[in-house]
T-cell receptor, first 112, second 117 residues
């Protein structure tokens, strides 16, 4: 079946370091990928997205990389801050619309 | 409103009770989604509306689950004869357009936490 999974369930980094969160997806038909951040007791918050015709997209302190050859997605957070501590989910979808399929999540813990 | 609003935020039900969870999407948003999130897990898709039409209900786990959006705005997720395995956070999300060519953001509410005793 379709699935999106994460390599690392937890990640602990020092404040100021860069963080890399990885994700593997299985559905080669997906053409749209999104990263969400979820803080405790809140709903997921959109971070950044990327279409399948791109391999890199940058936002403010975040970069998403897409490797379609190995069906791998990563989220890089530069100069990680304590406020970045949360669970991060990748999700796959289709540009035409419809549901998102979420992975299991990686908990990012930032040590001051 | 400014964001997606869900109510109640917390609901405790006895096994066998019926519950109704409400979602007020962002005004003007065409698409509306319901997700179920168990503790420590990613959100699992339940159902999807485009305006008042329920286009995908493939994620509803049983016929005890029912969702509606009669006027294409507010949506209600109803769970009949609740069971302990229904305990989860139920997330509602909305987006402006049916597709994602111009805007990809799906805005989530804070969820309704259901505990079935």
């Amino acid at each position: 079946g379709e699935s999106v999974g994460l390599h690392l369930p937890t990640l602990s980094v020092q404040e100021g370091d860069n963080s890399i969160i990885n994700c593997a997806y299985s559905n080669s038909a997906s053409d749209y990928f999104i990263w969400y951040k979820q803080e405790s007791g809140k709903g997921p918050q959109f971070i950044i997205d990327i279409r399948s015709n791109m391999d890199k997209r940058q936002g403010q302190r975040v970069t998403v990389l897409l490797n379609k050859t190995v069906k791998h997605l990563s989220l890089q957070i530069a100069a990680t801050q304590p406020g970045d501590s949360a669970v991060y989910f990748c999700a796959e979808a289709w540009l035409r619309g419809g549901k998102l399929i979420f992975g299991q999540g990686t908990e990012l813990s930032v040590k001051p | 409103g400014a964001g997606v609003s869900q109510s109640p935020r917390y609901k405790v039900a006895k096994r066998g009770q019926d519950v109704a969870l409400r979602c007020d999407p962002i005004s003007g948003h065409v698409s509306l989604f319901w997700y179920q999130q168990a503790l420590g897990q990613g959100p699992e898709f339940l159902t999807y509306f485009q305006n008042e039409a329920q286009l995908d209900k493939s994620g509803l786990p049983s016929d005890r689950f029912f969702a509606e959006r009669p006027e294409g705005s507010v949506s209600t997720l109803k769970i009949q004869r609740t069971q302990q395995e229904d305990s989860a956070v139920y997330l509602c999300a909305s987006s402006l357009a049916p597709g994602r060519k111009n805007t990809g953001e799906l805005f989530f509410g804070e969820g309704s936490r259901l505990t079935v005793l």
